[in-house]
């Protein structure tokens, strides 16, 4: 497809589990970012990406959140331990890389619901 | 740090009413400022920026002019619809230049 694609689109798990969530970008957008979105807030950013390394990882919350995209196109974000407060949509954005005049330009995928029990 | 406040909602109008929805930034430096939407069952999608001061973005009839003197970047449309139902986020640049801050997000809900 055309778009930003994530997978699942729904996660139901328990508390103390491992989750992964995938996101295939748009072909040729180097850049790749995953958001957290609570009920009723904004895009919280997590982690960005430029290529296969992690440009800034400052929005990760703690060391149980990983995220990896080890050929510079899918990536994966890894829960480890989960808790009833990661429940949220993680959403996962790609774009041309910052700095071009298309900076903030973001493709957002449909996000992955993910709900902690 | 880098921020944005919105106003609260949700707002409420009647088709072919007139929009104003507010948002304010933190003034670290000149932003590049954003609009998003998202409808309902879709994901976030660029709506209009504006990168530099006294920049006017417009599309689909919504407009923001970005104001430096105020640090704002006010979204407006003079007459809604109601498929302009959606949620709406105001963001900027963060000062790396890498990444979006975005505000809360304000819900639009027009009736006929």
């Known amino acids: 497809g055309a778009g930003v694609s994530q997978t699942p689109s729904n996660k139901v798990t328990e508390k103390g589990k491992y989750v992964e969530l995938r996101c295939d970008p748009i072909s040729g957008h180097t850049a790749l970012y995953w958001y957290r979105q609570s009920l009723g807030q904004g895009p919280e950013f997590l982690i960005y990406?430029?290529?296969?390394?992690?440009?800034?990882d400052s929005g990760l919350p703690n060391d149980r959140f990983f995220a990896v995209r080890p050929e510079g196109s899918v990536s994966t974000l890894k829960i480890q331990r989960t808790e009833r407060g990661d429940s949220a949509v993680y959403l996962c954005?790609?774009?041309?890389?910052?700095?071009?005049?298309?900076?903030?330009?973001?493709?957002f995928g449909e996000g992955s619901r993910l709900t902690v029990l | 740090g880098d921020s944005v406040t919105q106003m609260e909602g949700p707002v409420t109008l009647s088709e072919e009413a007139f929009l104003t929805i507010n948002c304010t930034y933190t003034?670290?430096?000149?932003?590049?400022l954003f609009w998003y939407v998202q409808y309902p069952g879709e994901g976030l999608q660029l709506l209009l920026k504006a990168t530099k001061a006294d920049d006017k973005g417009s599309n689909k009839g919504f407009e923001a002019t970005y104001r430096k003197e105020t640090t704002s970047f006010h979204l407006e449309k003079g007459s809604v619809q109601v498929s302009d139902s959606a949620v709406y986020f105001c963001a900027r640049v963060n000062s790396g230049y890498s990444t979006l801050t975005f505000g809360k997000g304000t819900m639009l809900l027009v009736s006929p």
């Open positions: 954005a790609s774009s041309q890389p910052p700095g071009t005049a298309n900076t903030g330009e973001l493709f």
């Open positions: 003034a670290t430096g000149y932003p590049s």
């Open positions: 990406f430029q290529g296969t390394g992690a440009a800034d």
